[in-house]
C-alpha cells in the first residue's frame, strides 16, 4: 500500500520507507489527495513552492522537464532530513524552508521552468494520508529597453512603411503601445496592439515626429528612446503675400519708391529652395524678395519656383506686379526752328508714366495753348519774338501732390559769327570753319565764294568748308553766312586767304668763332598761319639741340640761335622757309664765321729746377710781339738723355692751361726726379693757337758760394 502510494520502485522501497514506517500504521483511508497550483517566477529571483500548509512525515520532490512524462526527484525527507539530489543544482539555489516541506529558489535560471509534484505522506490519527501536490512553474522574463526599427527613416509622402518595437528578452504576452510627439510637444497614442510591428500603408506629412514604443508583459514595462520618423513631401503650391497689399484686375500693384516685399511660402519637407524669376529671369534665391525703392522697370511677372532637391520635386507660381509711376524728371522744354528758320518751334516732351502727364503751353497766342498729352508743339513767329522771351510749359499727373514745369528761352548768339582757316597735316587741305555758338535755337550757318556761290552746305552753329590745298586760293575771299529765327537778316565774317611772304633783318650775318649767333626770319604775310621752318648751312632741318642750335618761335617770327660757331662746321647758307595750303615761300641768311688773329710767339727766358729734389721747376718766358692774346698753354714731355729734342718724335702732354694773358713765370711740380722733361709754351687767343715755342730742358740751380 505504502509503496503504492509513494510510487517508489520495489527496490527503494525496502531501503528506504521500511525503517522510516517503522511502528507506523497504514491504513487505507480513502482517496489520495491531489492538489495542483500554478506559480509564476522572475528569472534571476527568488520564488516559493508550497508543499502543503504543514511539514509532512515523509515527502519527495520530483521535477518534470516541459516537453517530457519523466519525473526525476530533486529533493526528499523520510524523517532524517531533507537530502538534495544532483538535479537542484541546475535550478538555481534551491533550499527547503525550514518547518516545512516547501522549496526556495533564489537566482531563478530560465532552466526551473517546470512541473514540480511534492508527494507528501502525513501520520494521522485516521491513519497515513498521502497528498499529491502539483506545481507549474512559470520562470518568466522581463522586458527589455525596446528599440524602434524603421524600415525607412525618411519615407516619402504617399509612400508605404513599417515600424517594428524590438526586444532582445522578455515573456509573453506582450502589449505594444506606440506613441507620436510632434513638433509642438503634443503626443498622443499612434496604435495598441500585441505585435511589434506597426504597418503604414499611406504616409503623410501628419506623420512628422518623435516615436517611442512602450513593451509590457506582466512582469515588467519598457520604453524605448524615441526616434524621429522625417516624412519627405512637397513642396506644394507657393503661396505669394505682396506687401504693401494692393490688388487690381492684372494683379497687384505698387507705387513707385515704396519698399515691396513679396514673401513665398511653400510647404516641404526638407524645407524648399526659393528661386524668384523677374521676366523668366532669375533674379534672387530665398524666400522673401524685397524691392527698396522699387522702379517703373520692376513692372512685370514675378515667379516663385519652390523646389525639393531631396525629391528633385517643385512648384511654381505666377504674379503680376504693376508700378504705377509718373513721369521721369521733369518736363523737357526745347525751341527748334521752323519754315526754313524763321519761325520758332516751341516743344515740350514728358513721357512714361502711368497714365500719361498733361502738358500745356504759357504764354500763349491768341488762346491756342497746345494743350496735349505726353508731348506738344507751338509755332511762334520769329521776328515778332523778342530776344530773350521766355516760354513755360507746364505739366502735371495724378500720381503727384503738384503739377511741375519747365522754361525755354529763345535768344541770338552773342556778337557775329567768327571764321578762321588752318590746313590739315602737310597742308594737304584747306579747312575754313565758322562758328557763332550760343542761342537757341542755334543759327545756321553756310559759306559761299566772293560773288556769291554756296560752297559745301549748311549746319547748325559751326560750319568747316574743307578744300584742297592750292595756289589758286591765293588772294581770294570767302563769306560765312548766319542765319537766326529771330532776325529779319542774316549775319556774315570773310576770310581772305595768303600765301606766306618771309623777310628778315640781315641777309649776311657774321660772328667770330666760338660765339653765339642769331639768325631772324619774320613772317609778314600768310593766312591761313604756319610755322617757320629753319635748314641749315647742309641744307638739313633744324631741331632743338641745346648744345648746337637753339629755336624761339612766335606767332609772326622765328629765331635760330648757333651755338659756339664754328668756321670749319657752320659757316654757310641758313634757309628760312614756311608753307601753308595757298603757297610758300624761303630766303637765305648767309653766315661768316671768322677766326681771331694769330697771337705772338713765345720764347722761354728761363727753366730751373727749384731745388736739389728736382721735383719742381721754375719756368718764365716772353713774347716776341705785341699781338692779340688771351692766355698760354704749358705742355712737358719725357726728353732724350743725348741728343737734339725732336718735336715730332715726342708726345706732349698739357701741363698748365688758361694761365691769364699777362702772365710770365710759372712753378710746375710733382716731377720724377729720375726722368728728364723738355717743356714748351704756346700762346692762344680765344680758338686761335700760335706756334710752340722752341722745347727746353730745365738746368740746375746753384746756390752762390
Given at each position: 500500500?505504502?509503496?503504492?502510494l509513494?510510487?517508489?520502485?520495489?527496490?527503494?522501497?525496502?531501503?528506504?520507507?521500511f525503517?522510516?514506517?517503522?511502528?507506523?500504521?497504514?491504513?487505507?483511508?480513502?482517496?489520495?489527495?491531489?492538489?495542483?497550483?500554478?506559480?509564476?517566477?522572475?528569472?534571476?529571483q527568488?520564488?516559493?513552492?508550497?508543499?502543503?500548509?504543514?511539514?509532512?512525515?515523509?515527502?519527495?520532490?520530483?521535477?518534470?522537464?516541459?516537453g517530457?512524462?519523466?519525473?526525476?526527484?530533486?529533493?526528499y525527507?523520510?524523517?532524517?532530513?531533507?537530502?538534495?539530489?544532483?538535479?537542484?543544482?541546475?535550478?538555481?539555489?534551491?533550499?527547503?524552508?525550514?518547518n516545512?516541506?516547501?522549496?526556495?529558489?533564489?537566482?531563478?535560471?530560465?532552466?526551473?521552468?517546470?512541473?514540480?509534484?511534492?508527494?507528501?505522506?502525513?501520520?494521522?490519527?485516521?491513519?497515513?494520508?498521502?497528498?499529491?501536490?502539483?506545481?507549474?512553474?512559470?520562470?518568466?522574463?522581463?522586458?527589455?529597453?525596446?528599440?524602434?526599427?524603421?524600415?525607412?527613416?525618411?519615407?516619402?509622402?504617399?509612400?508605404?512603411?513599417?515600424?517594428?518595437?524590438?526586444?532582445?528578452?522578455?515573456?509573453?504576452?506582450?502589449?505594444?503601445?506606440?506613441e507620436?510627439?510632434?513638433?509642438?510637444?503634443?503626443?498622443?497614442?499612434?496604435?495598441?496592439?500585441?505585435?511589434?510591428?506597426?504597418?503604414?500603408?499611406?504616409?503623410?506629412?501628419?506623420?512628422?515626429?518623435?516615436?517611442?514604443?512602450?513593451?509590457k508583459?506582466?512582469?515588467?514595462?519598457?520604453?524605448?528612446?524615441?526616434?524621429?520618423?522625417?516624412?519627405?513631401?512637397?513642396?506644394?503650391?507657393?503661396?505669394?503675400d505682396?506687401?504693401?497689399?494692393?490688388?487690381?484686375?492684372?494683379?497687384?500693384?505698387?507705387?513707385?519708391?515704396?519698399?515691396?516685399?513679396?514673401?513665398?511660402?511653400?510647404?516641404?519637407?526638407?524645407?524648399?529652395?526659393?528661386?524668384?524669376?523677374y521676366?523668366?529671369?532669375?533674379?534672387?534665391?530665398?524666400?522673401?524678395?524685397?524691392?527698396?525703392?522699387?522702379?517703373?522697370?520692376?513692372?512685370?511677372?514675378?515667379?516663385?519656383?519652390?523646389?525639393?532637391?531631396?525629391l528633385?520635386?517643385?512648384?511654381?507660381?505666377?504674379?503680376?506686379?504693376?508700378?504705377?509711376?509718373?513721369?521721369?524728371?521733369?518736363?523737357?522744354?526745347?525751341?527748334?526752328?521752323?519754315?526754313?528758320?524763321?519761325d520758332?518751334?516751341?516743344?515740350?516732351f514728358?513721357?512714361?508714366?502711368?497714365?500719361?502727364?498733361?502738358l500745356?503751353?504759357?504764354?500763349?497766342?491768341?488762346?491756342?495753348?497746345?494743350?496735349?498729352?505726353?508731348?506738344?508743339?507751338?509755332i511762334?513767329?520769329?521776328?515778332?519774338?523778342?530776344?530773350?522771351?521766355?516760354?513755360?510749359?507746364?505739366?502735371?499727373?495724378?500720381?503727384?501732390?503738384?503739377?511741375?514745369?519747365?522754361?525755354?528761352?529763345?535768344?541770338i548768339?552773342p556778337?557775329?559769327?567768327?571764321?578762321?582757316?588752318?590746313?590739315?597735316?602737310?597742308?594737304?587741305?584747306?579747312?575754313?570753319?565758322?562758328?557763332?555758338?550760343?542761342?537757341s535755337?542755334?543759327?545756321?550757318?553756310?559759306?559761299?565764294?566772293?560773288?556769291?556761290?554756296?560752297q559745301?552746305?549748311?549746319?547748325?552753329?559751326?560750319?568747316?568748308?574743307?578744300?584742297?590745298?592750292s595756289?589758286?586760293?591765293?588772294?581770294?575771299?570767302?563769306?560765312?553766312?548766319?542765319?537766326?529765327?529771330?532776325?529779319?537778316?542774316?549775319?556774315?565774317?570773310?576770310?581772305?586767304?595768303?600765301?606766306?611772304?618771309l623777310?628778315?633783318?640781315?641777309?649776311?650775318?657774321?660772328?667770330?668763332?666760338?660765339?653765339d649767333?642769331?639768325?631772324?626770319?619774320?613772317?609778314?604775310?600768310?593766312?591761313?598761319?604756319?610755322?617757320?621752318?629753319?635748314?641749315?648751312?647742309?641744307?638739313?632741318?633744324?631741331?632743338?639741340?641745346?648744345k648746337k642750335?637753339?629755336?624761339?618761335?612766335?606767332?609772326a617770327?622765328?629765331?635760330?640761335?648757333?651755338?659756339?660757331?664754328?668756321?670749319?662746321?657752320?659757316?654757310?647758307?641758313?634757309?628760312?622757309?614756311a608753307?601753308?595750303?595757298?603757297?610758300?615761300?624761303?630766303?637765305?641768311?648767309?653766315?661768316?664765321?671768322?677766326r681771331y688773329?694769330?697771337?705772338?710767339?713765345?720764347?722761354?727766358?728761363?727753366?730751373?729746377?727749384?731745388?736739389?729734389?728736382?721735383s719742381?721747376?721754375?719756368?718764365?718766358?716772353?713774347?716776341?710781339?705785341?699781338?692779340?692774346?688771351?692766355?698760354?698753354?704749358?705742355?712737358?714731355?719725357?726728353?732724350?738723355?743725348?741728343?737734339?729734342?725732336?718735336?715730332?718724335?715726342?708726345?706732349?702732354?698739357?701741363?698748365?692751361?688758361?694761365?691769364?694773358?699777362?702772365?710770365?713765370?710759372?712753378?710746375?711740380?710733382?716731377?720724377?726726379?729720375?726722368?728728364?722733361y723738355?717743356?714748351?709754351?704756346?700762346?692762344?687767343?680765344?680758338?686761335?693757337?700760335?706756334?710752340?715755342?722752341?722745347?727746353?730742358?730745365?738746368?740746375?740751380?746753384?746756390?752762390?758760394?
Amino acid at each position: 500500500m505504502v509503496r503504492r502510494l509513494i510510487g517508489l520502485p520495489d527496490f527503494c522501497w525496502s531501503i528506504f520507507i521500511f525503517p522510516l514506517l517503522h511502528g507506523l500504521e497504514i491504513l487505507d483511508t480513502g482517496e489520495v489527495v491531489y492538489r495542483e497550483t500554478t506559480t509564476n517566477g522572475v528569472v534571476t529571483q527568488a520564488v516559493i513552492l508550497e508543499c502543503g500548509s504543514t511539514l509532512p512525515d515523509v515527502y519527495i520532490w520530483g521535477f518534470t522537464k516541459p516537453g517530457t512524462d519523466t519525473i526525476r526527484a530533486i529533493v526528499y525527507n523520510f524523517g532524517k532530513g531533507p537530502k538534495m539530489q544532483k538535479l537542484a543544482e541546475t535550478l538555481g539555489d534551491l533550499t527547503v524552508i525550514s518547518n516545512s516541506a516547501s522549496l526556495s529558489i533564489t537566482k531563478l535560471p530560465l532552466d526551473a521552468e517546470g512541473l514540480y509534484t511534492c508527494q507528501a505522506l502525513y501520520d494521522t490519527p485516521q491513519g497515513a494520508r498521502l497528498y499529491y501536490y502539483y506545481v507549474h512553474l512559470f520562470v518568466l522574463v522581463p522586458v527589455s529597453k525596446p528599440y524602434i526599427v524603421l524600415s525607412d527613416s525618411s519615407p516619402v509622402e504617399g509612400t508605404s512603411m513599417w515600424m517594428r518595437c524590438g526586444l532582445e528578452e522578455g515573456t509573453g504576452p506582450i502589449n505594444y503601445t506606440w506613441e507620436q510627439e510632434t513638433r509642438e510637444g503634443s503626443v498622443s497614442t499612434l496604435a495598441q496592439t500585441n505585435i511589434s510591428v506597426v504597418n503604414i500603408t499611406w504616409v503623410t506629412r501628419n506623420h512628422t515626429g518623435w516615436y517611442r514604443c512602450l513593451a509590457k508583459n506582466q512582469v515588467n514595462q519598457q520604453r524605448s528612446d524615441r526616434i524621429w520618423l522625417d516624412i519627405i513631401f512637397g513642396p506644394d503650391m507657393p503661396q505669394i503675400d505682396v506687401t504693401p497689399y494692393s490688388v487690381t484686375e492684372r494683379g497687384y500693384s505698387a507705387l513707385e519708391r515704396e519698399t515691396v516685399s513679396l514673401m513665398c511660402q511653400a510647404s516641404s519637407n526638407p524645407p524648399s529652395q526659393y528661386v524668384w524669376f523677374y521676366n523668366n529671369s532669375q533674379v534672387y534665391m530665398g524666400p522673401q524678395l524685397t524691392i527698396m525703392k522699387i522702379l517703373r522697370m520692376h513692372t512685370g511677372h514675378y515667379a516663385c519656383l519652390a523646389q525639393n532637391t531631396y525629391l528633385n520635386t517643385r512648384s511654381k507660381k505666377t504674379i503680376t506686379l504693376t508700378v504705377y509711376y509718373p513721369p521721369d524728371g521733369t518736363p523737357l522744354c526745347s525751341i527748334y526752328p521752323a519754315n526754313n528758320y524763321t519761325d520758332l518751334a516751341l516743344w515740350c516732351f514728358w513721357e512714361g508714366g502711368h497714365p500719361q502727364a498733361s502738358l500745356y503751353w504759357s504764354p500763349f497766342p491768341a488762346g491756342n495753348n497746345g494743350q496735349a498729352s505726353s508731348n506738344v508743339t507751338l509755332i511762334q513767329r520769329g521776328p515778332d519774338t523778342a530776344n530773350n522771351s521766355v516760354f513755360v510749359c507746364h505739366g502735371s499727373h495724378v500720381s503727384l501732390n503738384k503739377s511741375t514745369s519747365c522754361s525755354t528761352r529763345a535768344w541770338i548768339p552773342p556778337g557775329a559769327p567768327q571764321c578762321f582757316a588752318y590746313a590739315t597735316r602737310n597742308n594737304e587741305h584747306l579747312m575754313m570753319s565758322c562758328s557763332w555758338e550760343g542761342g537757341s535755337p542755334r543759327a545756321l550757318l553756310w559759306w559761299a565764294s566772293s560773288v556769291g556761290d554756296m560752297q559745301g552746305k549748311s549746319e547748325e552753329n559751326a560750319n568747316v568748308l574743307v578744300l584742297r590745298s592750292s595756289t589758286i586760293y591765293s588772294g581770294k575771299a570767302f563769306v560765312c553766312h548766319a542765319q537766326h529765327p529771330l532776325l529779319a537778316m542774316t549775319k556774315t565774317c570773310m576770310l581772305k586767304l595768303e600765301a606766306p611772304v618771309l623777310v628778315t633783318q640781315r641777309s649776311v650775318v657774321s660772328v667770330y668763332e666760338g660765339s653765339d649767333v642769331q639768325l631772324t626770319c619774320i613772317l609778314r604775310a600768310n593766312y591761313p598761319t604756319t610755322d617757320i621752318t629753319w635748314y641749315n648751312n647742309l641744307k638739313q632741318r633744324v631741331v632743338d639741340m641745346p648744345k648746337k642750335y637753339l629755336l624761339q618761335r612766335a606767332a609772326a617770327w622765328s629765331n635760330l640761335t648757333v651755338r659756339e660757331a664754328d668756321g670749319l662746321q657752320d659757316s654757310g647758307q641758313y634757309w628760312c622757309s614756311a608753307t601753308n595750303a595757298v603757297g610758300g615761300a624761303e630766303i637765305p641768311i648767309l653766315l661768316v664765321v671768322k677766326r681771331y688773329p694769330m697771337p705772338p710767339n713765345v720764347t722761354i727766358s728761363k727753366i730751373m729746377y727749384s731745388s736739389r729734389q728736382r721735383s719742381d721747376i721754375d719756368l718764365e718766358w716772353a713774347t716776341n710781339t705785341d699781338g692779340e692774346m688771351t692766355g698760354f698753354i704749358i705742355e712737358r714731355s719725357w726728353a732724350p738723355r743725348s741728343g737734339r729734342i725732336r718735336e715730332d718724335a715726342i708726345l706732349w702732354q698739357t701741363a698748365a692751361v688758361d694761365l691769364e694773358q699777362d702772365v710770365r713765370s710759372y712753378r710746375i711740380g710733382g716731377l720724377d726726379p729720375t726722368g728728364l722733361y723738355a717743356f714748351r709754351i704756346t700762346a692762344v687767343n680765344h680758338r686761335t693757337i700760335g706756334h710752340p715755342s722752341e722745347p727746353k730742358t730745365p738746368g740746375e740751380r746753384h746756390n752762390p758760394t
